[in-house]
């Protein structure tokens, strides 16, 4: 540490965890605070008590400010787990557990809702096809199932806004942050009245909406005590945790994509202009301008390590990546003949298909675990491919991907991922993406530089890039049109009624 060093604060509160990270102004993680679990999901309800988030923060600030001088805080951001919201009485207390973006409660909700709004309508305010995450739907099932408790809520709040209550005393929530509720509408960065009339919810219950970057409160005597933080630091406007990742690898110019390769995969890439599509969901940009086109598969690596741990012994063994690696990169693309459907927990885009399974097909005397590995790989490649390919044939520009997440340390994965799109990959050190786009929001209002792209290309970092090999392109194209096919054959397998 210098002397003189200054620091903003990301504070990441995510499904499982709160972490607190301290950075300076070229983006190096000076200390960091201890992780905190916090995920108590269940069947079909996922919720939480959202003043764990508030303890879990307290946790996480305390252990990172006995790291720094609290003194040389300049400011402090949130990133929070999307899609999750609480319900607070008129004592700032909840008035149940808080949903998060797991729970299905709504799941049978989904459809009639959107049928009785309008689903292109719905779609084109909040940029989200028709889906059960977005809380809008857990919105109208309260309406539907609990009206009593949606009447009694004085405060409608993401984790964001809750904690923002926490640390200066007023809610806020920003545009990125009130953004996957599917209730703001993404042209104005306005909550929509639209929506909220027609589920009766007074506009008085959700918190004011400002800009990501912009100061909008102070941490109070109380909350200094409780996190260690200097009373008076600036607070500014952060967002979403999937928002703050793209800003974290610098996604918010043109041409830039970026891939989270983790438990879910997520990509996407920046547009200057709205476009919808049931290929991705249409996002504010963490930079406020412009919008975030970004594809969603639930599976993700949570389907790769599903695999090991369910058939091939778990990965109790370090050596099994490795091996597995090894026989994975022996293998041609198509993985002789072995393709993969990984909805293991449902389709987000391009079907939307909450009940849609994952399969294995092709499988043959010779097929072992390698061969298993890697079609599954090349279907999660592949599935985020057909979006990218979808957002390019829209005018969108695409010219390098930035990846991040536990898969982006496999070399063979990156391979395939350049291979496929015909894009370089690059991948990102910057392995807490949402605290780091936290922070950048933090070095925005603090003054540290003039605007989101100055910081982002101050503040991000990365490593080695693999370039694709036109040979392989015809053959991943001709596996694409293959794996792309399985979903549509189980559909029609499931709707036989035999002869």
């Not at 790769?304 to 597995?324: H, K, Q, Y």
């Not at 293959?482 to 559909?491: D, E, G, I």
């Amino acid at each position: 540490m210098q002397p003189d060093e200054r620091y903003v604060i990301g504070l990441d509160s995510s499904t499982q965890s709160v972490k607190a990270v301290a950075w300076t102004a070229d983006g190096t993680p000076r200390a960091e605070g201890a992780p905190h679990r916090i995920s108590t999901p269940h069947p079909l309800k996922a919720e939480q008590n959202a003043e764990d988030w508030w303890s879990a923060a307290c946790d996480a600030l305390s252990s990172l400010l006995r790291q720094i001088d609290s003194h040389r805080v300049d400011g402090v951001a949130i990133s929070n787990q999307r899609e999750t919201m609480v319900l607070l009485g008129v004592d700032r207390k909840p008035l149940s557990p808080a949903t998060l973006w797991l729970d299905r409660r709504a799941q049978d909700i989904v459809q009639p809702f959107a049928d009785e709004f309008g689903s292109e309508r719905l779609h084109a305010i909040s940029g989200k096809p028709i889906d059960v995450i977005p809380c809008v739907y857990r919105l109208r099932y309260y309406r539907q199932h609990e009206p009593e408790l949606l009447d009694r809520a004085a405060q409608i709040l993401s984790v964001h806004d809750f904690l923002t209550q926490k640390l200066t005393g007023e809610a806020a929530a920003s545009w990125t942050s009130a953004d996957p509720f599917g209730i703001l509408d993404i042209e104005a960065k306005q909550w929509s009245r639209e929506i909220l009339d027609h589920l009766d919810i007074p506009l008085s219950k959700l918190p004011p909406l400002h800009r990501p970057g912009t100061l909008i409160g102070r941490v109070t005597a109380d909350a200094a005590a409780a996190t260690g933080l200097a009373a008076g630091v600036p607070v500014y406007a952060g967002g979403g945790d999937g928002h703050c990742a793209g800003l974290g690898v610098n996604v918010i110019e043109p041409g830039v994509v970026y891939l989270n390769l983790g438990t879910a995969v997520v990509g996407g890439c920046w547009t200057p202009t709205r476009k919808l599509s049931r290929y991705w969901r249409t996002l504010v940009s963490p930079s406020g301008e412009g919008y975030l086109l970004e594809s969603c598969q639930r599976g993700g690596a949570y389907f790769v390590n599903w695999l090991l741990d369910t058939f091939a012994g778990g990965r109790s063994d370090p050596a099994i990546f490795e091996r597995l690696e090894a026989e994975a990169a022996s293998l041609d693309v198509g993985s002789g003949g072995v393709t993969v459907c990984s909805y293991l927990m449902g389709c987000m885009d391009p079907h939307w298909d909450a009940d849609a399974r994952a399969t294995f097909s092709g499988m043959g005397p010779e097929t072992g675990m390698g061969h298993l590995y890697r079609a599954s790989m090349e279907a999660i490649t592949l599935e985020f491919v057909r979006s990218l390919s979808e957002m390019k044939s829209m005018g969108v520009a695409a010219d390098r991907i930035f990846v991040i997440g536990g898969g982006a340390g496999s070399a063979l994965w990156r391979q395939m991922i350049a291979d496929a799109s015909g894009l370089p990959v690059i991948r990102s050190l910057s392995n807490e993406a949402s605290a780091l786009g936290a922070g950048m929001s933090a070095a925005i209002g603090a003054g540290w530089y003039g605007h989101f792209g100055e910081a982002a290309g101050a503040m991000s970092r990365l490593a080695e890039q693999i370039d694709p090999r036109p040979a392989a392109a015809q053959a991943w194209a001709a596996l694409s049109r293959r794996q792309a096919n399985l979903y549509q054959a189980t559909r029609r397998l499931d709707a036989y009624d035999g002869p």
